[in-house]
């Protein structure tokens, strides 16, 4: 109780102080403002990139593993163009073997044309995949149904569509039943799924799935990259246990002498994330070395600027110790005060960051959690006690007659 | 009055000033007793050690020998933190300067000794306006030492002093900034408080203001020279 009298007391005074010098604390202040600032839009930034492609690859599925010819982290095509094709009768033996494996699916995909009676829509992605492979991702249906077993099985000449291809073909009327164009061949649309939205500013919702037998047998004259295997496993927290097994199995499909390098790529949305994660931790660890520093930098303005406020109050200090302040009492009025400078430039640190991250989030994605805020503003009020702390001390040890005399 | 209690007690206190190459001997064995509701002037010329001797008595300083007892407590070798509570408690103190805070209303200079001894906020407020209205300045209570005249901001110090109900006033040099006229007020104004039972020391090299005062202590080279109780001729 005694010492939140204390706090407000030194609060008052610190206040009035401030009110006194606005323009010289406000000046004392910037250096701390740009500190906060610079370390806060650091931290939104890489923050925001981070969750923005953490969003871009929910498509990929967290607990689902891809494995192709293909690194999607590398980009050594010479090497990778070498490797030999996958194989649809992998897909048995991983599902034989594997106990990670909850769901497998082949996966191949093609841009061609769809048409419905005269109105066409160029590129479109059109994969061709088992039954299961609605199992492995998060696709939700809006209307109708997936394909069966038996309609794999027998190539039938089924599709689930994008919501896309529904609302351009079908802009009053329901899909379900009607008959497309993909190519040159007839497709029943029997399915639509949810709004997905845009990756990489790329529509996600322009797409038709098809048996893969029907695909191989019609497009796969034309598909360039090959079979990916799409395995979805036990979930999220088991994705590395499922990426070692399948890597495992798949080098014994492979013959690999363990001194021979995978001779196909394992792909999982966490890799990639990992890897722009350390490409980002950098930045990051730059922005906030640099935002250190000009804290440093101003936290140094305030201990100047706190011993030019010692020197002036002198008589002050000299009176409130006549009057009965013990030296932490004084010391504690300087703390206070250099703590709320601090602290209020810390406040406009970190408003100001968020001006600016609102006014950039058009062009580049932000976030910022209020723990930011909250450490943004008690950092830079711990900047002030620390700097605070010797000029403090200082008025702290005056002795009251030589403070009095000063007058 | 001989029953009167003994106050300040003053034995033998020496004051040295260390200057590094030289020593200075401010004070050179000081035997000064002052009962309770005395009103006493310090006068000599400076150097005399009047100053230190005030310092001494408003525990501002601790002597280098010698003893100093107040109201019954020895206070000559207390830490800096005693000292601190004996001032806050026991010493009210007028400057020649008046030493108001600039930015503070005169309620709040004055509140400024309780909240030394941490009391709490609606009490501070009460004996505050108590001691502004003691002093004359029950209207002015919201204005800022600059919105006020030199006799009223001295008026204020009073009260600042009075606040705490301290056993003594200490006042350097008391009407030292005043025109004659502002002057002559605040003497008035000590008396009614000495007549309310207070001990008062005035430091004053002014003999006109030292006759206020029942005794006059005459201090030079560092010793007490003369100890006069005022005639009160007419």
Redesign the interface.
């Known amino acids: 109780m ?1 010492f939140l ?1 204390d706090v407000f ?1 030194g609060l008052r005074i610190a206040f ?2 401030l ?2 010098n606005k323009l010289r604390a406000g000046l004392t202040t910037l250096g701390i403002v740009i500190g906060v600032m610079t370390v806060i839009m650091m931290v939104v930034i890489v923050m925001g990139l981070n969750k923005a492609l953490k969003s871009q690859l929910d498509f990929l599925g967290a607990e689902t593993v891809f494995v192709s010819r293909w690194d999607w982290q590398s980009n050594n095509w010479r090497d990778m163009i070498k490797r030999p094709d996958m194989e649809l009768d992998y897909i048995d033996d991983l599902r034989a073997e594997s106990r990670e494996i909850e769901a497998i699916s082949p996966f191949f995909d093609q841009q061609m044309t769809v048409s419905y009676r005269g109105a066409q829509l160029s590129r479109i992605n059109i994969q061709g995949v088992s039954e299961e492979f609605f199992l492995t991702n998060p696709k939700e249906l809006a209307e109708g149904r997936v394909f069966t077993a038996q309609e794999v099985s027998r190539n039938a000449n089924v599709t689930v569509v994008g919501p896309d291809i529904a609302n351009q073909l079908f802009p009053d009327q329901s899909p379900i039943g009607k008959e497309i164009k993909i190519g040159a061949w007839n497709f029943e649309i029997i399915g639509v799924t949810t709004k997905y939205g845009k990756v990489f500013g790329q529509s996600w919702d322009n797409f038709c799935v098809i048996p893969y037998g029907v695909f191989q047998k019609r497009f796969a004259g034309q598909n360039f990259d090959g079979l990916t295997i799409v395995a979805k496993g036990r979930g999220e927290d088991r994705v590395e246990e499922l990426t070692w097994e399948v890597t495992g199995i798949m080098r014994r499909l492979r013959h690999l002498d363990p001194r021979e390098v995978n001779d196909f790529g394992i792909n999982t949305q966490s890799a990639i994330l990992e890897q722009f994660n350390s490409m980002t931790a950098g930045v990051y660890a730059g922005g906030i070395i640099i935002g250190f520093i000009s804290l440093i930098v101003g936290g140094i303005g305030i201990m100047n600027i706190m011993l030019v406020s010692v020197t002036e109050r002198t ?2 200090i000299g ?9 932490w ?1 004084i010391a504690w009025q300087f703390l206070i005060e250099s703590a709320v400078i601090c602290a209020i430039g810390g406040i406009v640190g970190v408003a100001l960051a968020a001006g600016v991250s609102q006014a950039i989030s058009s062009f580049l994605p932000t976030y910022m959690p209020l723990w930011v805020v909250l450490v943004g503003v008690i950092f830079s009020a711990v900047v002030g006690i620390f700097f605070g702390l010797y000029p403090s001390l200082k008025a702290a040890q005056l ?3 030589e403070a ?1 005399r000063s ?1 | 009055m001989p029953d009167r209690k003994s106050i300040i007690d003053i034995q033998d206190m020496r004051k040295v000033y260390d200057l590094g190459t030289i020593q200075v001997e401010a004070l050179r064995g000081v035997n000064v007793n002052i009962l309770e509701n005395d009103y006493v002037a310090i006068m000599g010329p400076s150097g005399s050690g009047k100053s230190t001797l005030m310092n001494l008595i408003g525990c501002l300083d601790t002597p280098t020998s010698g003893e100093y007892i107040l109201a019954g407590e020895r206070v000559a070798h207390l830490t800096d933190r005693q000292l601190a509570e004996i001032r806050n408690r026991r010493i009210g103190f007028v400057f020649q300067t008046f030493n108001l805070l600039p930015r503070a209303s005169a309620l709040q200079n004055v509140e400024l000794p309780l909240v030394y001894a941490g009391e709490s906020p609606s009490e501070r407020r009460r004996r505050s306006k108590e001691a502004l209205e003691a002093v004359g300045l029950g209207d002015r209570m919201k204005h800022k030492p600059n919105e006020m005249s030199g006799g009223q901001r001295q008026r204020v110090a009073i009260a600042r002093a009075l606040v705490t109900n301290p056993s003594i006033i200490l006042a350097d040099e008391p009407t030292g900034n005043l025109d004659s006229k502002t002057g002559d007020e605040i003497m008035q104004l000590f008396e009614k408080i000495y007549a309310n039972g207070n001990t008062i020391i005035l430091v004053t090299h002014e003999e006109d203001i030292a006759r206020h005062a029942r005794r006059i202590i005459r201090l030079r080279d560092g010793l007490v020279e003369s100890d006069q109780i005022v005639s009160r001729a007419a």
Do not use: D, H, T, W
């Not at chain 1, 009176?319 to 030296?327: C, E, T």
């Open positions: 005694r009298v007391n009035g102080a009110r006194a008589a002050e009176l409130r110790k006549a009057l009965g302040a013990k030296r009492n002795s009251p007659i009095l007058e």
